[in-house]
């Protein structure tokens, strides 16, 4: 059984949720706290054994490259300012892996960026990791779903449980038989209403595929908002061959919505020892002014 090396990290959509910023940032870019979306990604990818990347980007993404590039010029500076931690973190980010990029020329949906890989790929298996879901760090969920490749033999796809009225945001599955976590499929439903979901199931950005993926993409034709939607061909693979949904470990936060990235931003602040005293104490701030605007509200009611 070959070993998964390598890994594709779709990042040529626009971003509307997060307009106007996302109109001159990608999406992909925007920071949790001080690192952006896409270098948890990154990491999560290295840490779980795969040494060469391949970001699919867009029209607009060239911050993407420029950030895991050197930047001789501010490198220069900070080593001029004997900023030497900040000097080592900026020349480590430009050496964290193999990064390789190709662009997605249409806006064809998730399918077909995933599609614009099979030259970089070939015919190994791989990963697949979405930018919307960052993962627990010290338990990557791409590791489990390696894991439990190498138990199968199959694709595999990491799932989590999610509240009934967001499974209309996810794919979701109909599972079957489920041992130790891991789930035979019956099928795989893209973006289903709530009367319409087989489960609470959803799909969670983390993905392991064998290559004849590829084969369903090429010939999938266009679902939900006329886009070549990945589900749809997981769907029509599964039909084939068994490919199998892993409840993965560990907590996971959502980066794809505006209320969700504020929670996921503030997450991550409360784990860094500097900022977790003085953010608790501005919150306590923040909630007995918003409870004494409350109270005055209610009197001037009455």
Known sequence: MQTIKKAVIPAAGLGTRFLPVTKSIPKEMLPIVNKPVIQFIVEEALKSGIEDILIVTGNGKQAIEN???????LEHLLHQKGKTELLEEMEH????????????????????AIGCARQFIGNEPFAVLLGDDLTDPDQPCL????????????????????????????????????????YEVNGFVEKPSVEEAPSNL????????????????????????????????????????????????????????????IFTTLAFALKDEELKAPLLTKFKELISKEEQKEKIAVQIGK
């Open 67 to 73: 950030h895991f590039d050197h930047n001789i010029q």
């Open 93 to 112: 980010i430009s050496e964290l892996a193999n990064i390789h990029y190709v662009r997605q020329k249409e806006m064809k949906g998730l399918g077909h």
């Open 143 to 182: 590791k489990q779903l390696i894991d439990q490749y190498n138990q199968t033999g199959s694709s595999v796809i990491g799932v989590q449980r999610v509240e009934e009225e967001s499974v209309h945001r996810y794919g979701i599955i109909d599972p079957k038989a489920n041992k130790n976590r891991l």
């Open 202 to 261: 959803g799909i969670i950005g983390r993905y392991v595929f064998t290559p004849d993926i590829f084969d369903y993409l090429e010939t999938q034709e266009a679902g939900k908002g006329g886009e070549i939607q990945l589900t749809d061909a997981i769907q029509r693979m599964n039909i084939d061959r068994s490919i199998y949904a892993y409840e993965f470990e560990g907590e996971r936060y959502d980066a794809g919505e505006k209320l969700d990235f």
